[in-house]
T-cell receptor, first 114, second 111 residues
Framework: QQQVKQSPQSLIVQKGGISIINCAYE??????FPWYQQFPGKGPALLIAIRPDVSEKKEGRFTISFNKSAKQFSLHIMDSQPGDSATYFC?????????????FGQGTTLQVKP | GAGVSQSPSNKVTEKGKDVELRCDPI?????LYWYRQSLGQGLEFLIY????????KSGLPSDRFSAERTGGSVSTLTIQRTQQEDSAVYLC?????????FGPGTRLLVL
């Protein structure tokens, strides 16, 4: 019940295209859903996050779509650029009334071709 | 200000030896987390510190793993009698609120 399942494992997109990464969770107590971006040799960095009281959040070219009834959320990267090539992790946590420890998906390696 | 720093950046050790990994969180952050990232895998929670509260050790994989946080700031993760399966990147994160800020990690290789 603590798992977060992420797909696809890898993704290749042409420059200018849309990258879509999906995650599903089981624990309905989760109330915080961040996406992290990780470049080789670096630690993960927060990209964008959402709480379950909204269905969508957009920051620049990055959008999270959240479906509470399906227990799924996804990251959309519009106008994908070669600089977006990285590994992306979704995560979930019980941010309130708990330790806030993050449960991570397995990661998606994105390659954006010029 | 400075981000989360970790040392050493790389550590090679022999099976059976003890190792200590250090984390310096962002100044003022009361919460500190340790995660482990195995090759090609997601991040696995290990332990959490919050102020003076008892730590959440629920993610530690065995009693060979321990961690402490002195003075509510610097943290040390200790792995005793290292095994080859301990080879991974050990990441530290700190937070003051929901967002966790990660350090660059310590890459541990056990030969």
């Amino acid at each position: 019940q603590q798992q977060v399942k992420q797909s696809p494992q890898s993704l290749i997109v042409q420059k200018g295209g849309i990258s879509i990464i999906n995650c599903a969770y089981e624990n309905t107590a989760f109330d915080y859903f961040p996406w992290y971006q990780q470049f080789p040799g670096k630690g993960p960095a927060l990209l964008i996050a959402i709480r379950p009281d909204v269905s969508e959040k957009k920051e620049g070219r990055f959008t999270i779509s959240f479906n509470k009834s399906a227990k799924q959320f996804s990251l959309h990267i519009m106008d994908s650029q070669p600089g977006d090539s990285a590994t992306y992790f979704c995560a979930a946590s019980k941010a309130t009334g708990n330790t806030g420890k993050l449960i991570f998906g397995q990661g998606t390696t994105l390659q954006v071709k010029p | 200000g400075a981000g989360v720093s970790q040392s050493p950046s790389n550590k090679v050790t022999e099976k059976g030896k003890d190792v200590e990994l250090r984390c310096d969180p962002i100044s003022g952050h009361t919460a500190l987390y340790w995660y482990r990232q195995s090759l090609g895998q997601g991040l696995e929670f290990l332990i959490y510190f919050q102020g003076n509260s008892a730590p959440d050790k629920s993610g530690l994989p065995s009693d060979r793993f321990s961690a402490e946080r002195t003075g509510g700031s610097v943290s040390t993760l200790t792995i005793q009698r290292t095994q080859q399966e301990d080879s991974a990147v050990y990441l530290c994160a700190s937070s003051q609120g929901s967002t966790q800020y990660f350090g660059p990690g310590t890459r541990l290789l056990v030969l």
